[in-house]
């Protein structure tokens, strides 16, 4: 996907030029860019899951919304907007 | 009133050396008088004993700042900015301020994030170490991992072309002498406008000399300033 997205990648600035990646530097480059995604993904959904499963188990003990809110760590409540 | 002279003690001064408005009286010598004409608009009367009458009309120099701008430099849609910023940090200055400007990927849920460069140049990509805290507008406060990571993360929300992030970081530590590279700052980025916070380290000591600017996953674009603070 990433490949389709960039056939090709620069470096460097308006001021200076633009400079393409050889061929291996755009293997390494798209390689780390896919594993940034993965892990950042997996990051996301290990989170949600980490949330849901708290959850879930407040409301086993028959907490209320609100208390469950008030027990999860700021980090994993979900924002207002 | 009319005065045909000015007064002295002995002689005088003719009238007639004032040939236009705002002439000035100075002497090129003892006991010789002279004419200097009005400079340009907005200058000011500065001595300069090279000119014959000790004088000259030029424009007033600024207030020292303590701030030098060694490189400002705008990038569209790059892999990274890696040949953009070698060669900035030097034993000129010990302090650094990088400002980050406009700053965006394509993604904007990516991280934007940095690398040092040492001769060469060659990338440093392990070992960064730090925290970056967030801040949303919803009071919700998480960290990102920036412990012994191959880059450090200013946050995890770079923006994207409708909501562009910015900010700025202070270095020390580099372009001096071999040292392990400190650095904190400030990054505002992401729809939500999530303040990211941050301090860090490089583990490994090299005589740092640039940075590389880049995002974790895809092409970024923004303008990236880069000042020297005085030591004195």
Redesign the interface.
Known sequence: M?KE??PS????????G??E?SSEEYEA?IN???D??ID?EQRKANQEALRATKIAAYQKLGLTEIEIAALLP??Q?V??? | MTIGRIPSVEGGIQPTIFDAKADILTATAADTPARLAVGANDTVLTADSSTSTGLKWAAPAGGASGFTLIKR????A???????FDNIFTSTYSSYLVILENFYA?TG???PEFQLRYAGPTTMAVQYLGSTGKL????????IDNYDEPVFKLG?EIGDAGFPGGGQIFFNGVGNTSERATWRGQYLGGQ?AANFYFAGNQYNAQTYTGLIFKS????ITGVISVYGMAKS
């Open positions: 990433l997205e960039y990648l620069k470096v460097g600035s308006d001021n200076t633009y400079v990646l480059t780390q860019w896919a940034a995604r950042k700021s980090s409540v924002p207002i907007i | 430099a705008s990038f569209s790059v892999a990274n900015t890696g040949t953009t394509v849920a990516d991280d949303n507008t919803a009071g919700t406060v998480s960290w995890d939500n974790s996953s895809s092409n």
